[in-house]
């Protein structure tokens, strides 16, 4: 694995880390091949539960997965492409939310942007078959990618499926749309290249929250937090039971309810019926992933990868 100077000198600093990022790529008899299929039900996680590790290389990536005990995932955007050799976009502008760009930075941005699509809209999908040999080759399944934007060309959505479809996805994620000439574009792209097109909710979920997107179009289904949909009041069990044959995958982690101050807890110490959730999967036979989100702040002395060990630990449990 190739790395910058800025990585190695972080990596240097952490001798342990270092240690353990210099291991092989593929499992091993020291680093057996992960399954992360619990009695019938479909356990994963999403990349951004390792976002705290000092390398966000897809290589890296891998390593926290395998190591995790994870055997299939949803990846976030950005590794994916950086793999294939995509542009880097740099940062403009203070990144706070309601902080306008300076008419620069504006121009910055959309130079920035239109490099990033000329790119997208050219390259070969060789090295995305490369990534999804790797991860394949260590016993791990990508079933999703989270690229996708409603802002985007067709060239670009073309790209997208393009990219999915090298990947082994079932479906592709991004956030909830509202508009529904969107929601019926970007579903009937799912349908034509029978990739579905998976909508992500935060606090907005509820059980209404994809009724638009449902209807404008049968390739669009739900990647819903059912997390977030305890923290917003709502009772997850209702959602899951009412659309679980419209569900792609769905997230998992524990929240407290708004009495309790909507927070992010390590798993067991919230209110999410993480148990009650997945016994209902395995007793239905439902095969939609239940995503791992490690959002919850790390406690010291821990990282990432050994929070999602226990999230994978609780979830085996809450299966027996």
Request: hydrophobic content about 40%; proline content about 5%; overall charge neutral.
């Given at each position: 694995m190739n790395l910058t100077r800025r990585q190695f000198t972080k990596l240097a600093l952490a001798a342990p880390a270092a240690a353990w990022l210099a291991r092989p790529l593929t499992s091993s008899a020291a680093s057996p091949r992960p399954n992360s299929v619990i009695n019938g039900v479909n356990l994963g996680a999403i990349t951004y539960s390792y976002r705290a590790m000092p390398d966000q290389s897809a290589e890296a990536y891998l390593r926290y997965i395998?190591?995790?005990?994870?055997?299939?995932?949803e990846f976030m955007g950005g590794p994916v492409e950086a793999f294939a050799g995509g542009?880097?976009?740099?940062?403009?502008?203070?990144?706070?939310?309601?902080?306008?760009?300076?008419a620069e930075q504006q121009i910055q941005q959309r130079e920035a942007m239109a490099k990033l699509r000329a790119w997208r809209t050219s390259v070969s999908m060789d090295r995305f078959k490369a990534l999804r040999k790797m991860y394949n080759d260590a016993g791990v399944?990508?079933?999703?990618?989270?690229?996708?934007?409603?802002?985007?060309?067709?060239?670009?959505?073309?790209?997208?499926?393009?990219?999915?479809?090298?990947?082994?996805?079932?479906?592709?994620?991004?956030?909830?749309?509202?508009?529904?000439?969107?929601?019926?574009?970007?579903?009937?792209?799912?349908?034509?290249?029978?990739?579905?097109?998976?909508?992500?909710?935060?606090?907005?979920?509820?059980?209404?929250?994809?009724?638009?997107?449902?209807?404008?179009?049968?390739?669009?289904?739900?990647?819903?937090?059912?997390?977030?949909?305890?923290?917003?009041?709502?009772?997850?069990?209702?959602?899951?039971?009412?659309?679980?044959?419209?569900?792609?995958?769905?997230?998992?982690?524990?929240?407290?309810?708004?009495?309790?101050?909507?927070?992010?807890?390590?798993?067991?110490?919230?209110?999410?019926?993480?148990?009650?959730?997945?016994?209902?999967?395995?007793?239905?036979?439902?095969?939609?992933?239940?995503?791992?989100?490690?959002?919850?702040?790390?406690?010291?002395?821990s990282d990432p990868v050994k929070e999602v060990v226990k999230c994978v630990d609780y979830s085996k449990r809450a299966l027996a």
């Open positions: 395998v190591d995790s005990g994870i055997s299939q995932i542009p880097a976009m740099p940062r403009i502008g203070p990144g706070g939310r309601g902080v306008a760009l300076t399944t990508i079933y999703a990618w989270k690229a996708l934007s409603a802002s985007m060309t067709d060239e670009e959505i073309e790209y997208v499926f393009n990219v999915a479809e090298a990947l082994g996805n079932t479906h592709v994620t991004l956030e909830l749309v509202d508009d529904p000439a969107q929601l019926k574009r970007l579903g009937d792209w799912g349908l034509k290249r029978k990739i579905a097109v998976a909508y992500h909710t935060h606090l907005q979920g509820n059980i209404t929250a994809f009724d638009k997107a449902f209807a404008a179009s049968k390739g669009n289904l739900a990647n819903v937090d059912l997390g977030h949909y305890v923290a917003a009041g709502g009772d997850p069990m209702a959602f899951l039971n009412k659309f679980h044959d419209r569900i792609a995958s769905f997230h998992l982690k524990d929240r407290t309810t708004p009495a309790r101050g909507a927070k992010n807890v390590p798993w067991g110490m919230g209110d999410t019926p993480l148990t009650e959730i997945l016994q209902t999967v395995k007793k239905n036979g439902w095969k939609m992933p239940a995503t791992i989100e490690m959002e919850y702040e790390v406690p010291a002395g």
